[in-house]
């Protein structure tokens, strides 16, 4: 049925939700969304694409039992559902609402009219890509970045590895960032970026969007970059970390999450022995964000 969707709803440890979304990007879901339910977490996703049939959602389901066993945590539970089209962007859109992060951004999703703010209004869509503001390692960074950029940010050039959906790039611009490369392996992520930046009337002279990683920002940038963000997987992180060195302008810094609180230690231990020193750790739930600094 070309107007239907799969509605996938999986119940799952909080600990998962990275590792989940990435499995159902992996999957072919369009759009994802997450929210707290009791001690755990709710995941909503859909998917239109037509050879989605019950044995590929079983298949899905074994994948994710996987990877919570892997990760020592409690199997997940998923349900799904077939629904029409109009009902998924109800469901889709009713989930996400305006959203105040730090004490100069608001996110607001690109299908409403922000309400009336004093606040940097950050209009996102953001596809299939991750980055929707309510993740607390997201919040994070915009926080860090709103500290970071309060400090002379027209004169800092940036670089955000694994931009996803474009929310720390565009949020770095709207808070001053002199200019902002941003790279994404994902070459949906890309699109969904740059439609982002568009939406945000965000010159592309200001933040340059392309498919890539850090080789690629060199390229673009080969005098340097004053500041990193990078919020994906912990283990992604630790292997990027000898390739920040020779892309960082001296005296720069970093802002580094997707990092689980049991993941700190390795973090902190992979940080000292590529030559940088914690700044900050900050802390929520069970997320964590280094703020970090070349000497």
């Known amino acids: 049925?070309?107007?239907?969707?799969?509605?996938?709803?999986?119940?799952?440890?909080?600990?998962?939700e990275d590792?989940?979304?990435?499995?159902?990007?992996?999957?072919?879901?369009?759009?994802?969304?997450?929210?707290?339910?009791?001690?755990?977490?709710l995941?909503?996703?859909?998917?239109?694409?037509?050879?989605?049939?019950?044995?590929?959602?079983?298949?899905?389901?074994?994948?994710?039992?996987q990877d919570a066993l892997i990760a020592g945590l409690p199997k997940p539970a998923a349900h799904w559902r077939l629904i029409e089209e109009?009902?998924?962007?109800?469901?889709?859109?009713?989930?996400?609402q305006p959203l105040e992060v730090g004490d100069r951004l608001l996110i607001c999703p690109a299908w409403m009219e922000a309400p009336a703010t004093e606040r940097l209004v950050l209009k996102l869509d953001p596809g299939v890509a991750f980055g929707t503001g309510a993740h607390a390692t997201t919040q994070l960074c915009l926080e860090s970045l709103e500290m970071r950029l309060a400090l002379g940010g027209s004169e800092q050039v940036l670089a955000d590895i694994g931009c996803g959906s474009g929310i720390l790039s565009i949020g770095a611009v709207l808070l001053g960032a002199g200019k902002v490369y941003a790279v994404d392996t994902d070459p949906q992520a890309v699109t969904a970026a740059r439609e982002n930046r568009h939406l945000n009337h965000i010159h592309p002279d200001f933040l340059?969007?392309?498919?890539?990683?850090?080789e690629e920002v060199k390229s673009l940038a080969p005098e340097g970059v004053d500041g990193i963000v990078c919020n994906i997987l912990?283990?992604?992180?630790?292997?990027?970390?000898?390739?920040?060195?020779?892309?960082?302008?001296?005296?720069g810094?970093?802002?580094?999450?997707?990092?689980?609180?049991?993941?700190?230690?390795?973090?902190a231990e992979s940080l000292e022995q590529t030559g940088w020193t914690v700044a900050a750790l900050w802390k929520r739930g069970d997320w964590c964000c280094f703020q970090v600094r070349r000497e």
């Open 1 to 16: 049925m070309a107007n239907s969707w799969w509605e996938i709803k999986i119940l799952c440890h909080p600990n998962l």
């Open 19 to 41: 590792t989940l979304f990435w499995r159902l990007e992996k999957f072919g879901c369009d759009g994802m969304v997450s929210e707290r339910s009791g001690d755990g977490l």
């Open 43 to 65: 995941l909503r996703a859909y998917s239109s694409h037509p050879p989605t049939h019950l044995l590929d959602l079983a298949a899905l389901s074994l994948w994710m039992e």
């Open 86 to 96: 109009e009902d998924w962007a109800s469901s889709w859109k009713q989930q996400w």
């Open 208 to 214: 340059v969007i392309n498919q890539g990683s850090v």
């Open 234 to 251: 912990a283990e992604t992180v630790v292997e990027l970390l000898p390739q920040f060195t020779p892309l960082i302008r001296p005296n």
């Open 253 to 267: 810094w970093a802002i580094l999450s997707g990092v689980l609180l049991e993941q700190t230690q390795m973090i």
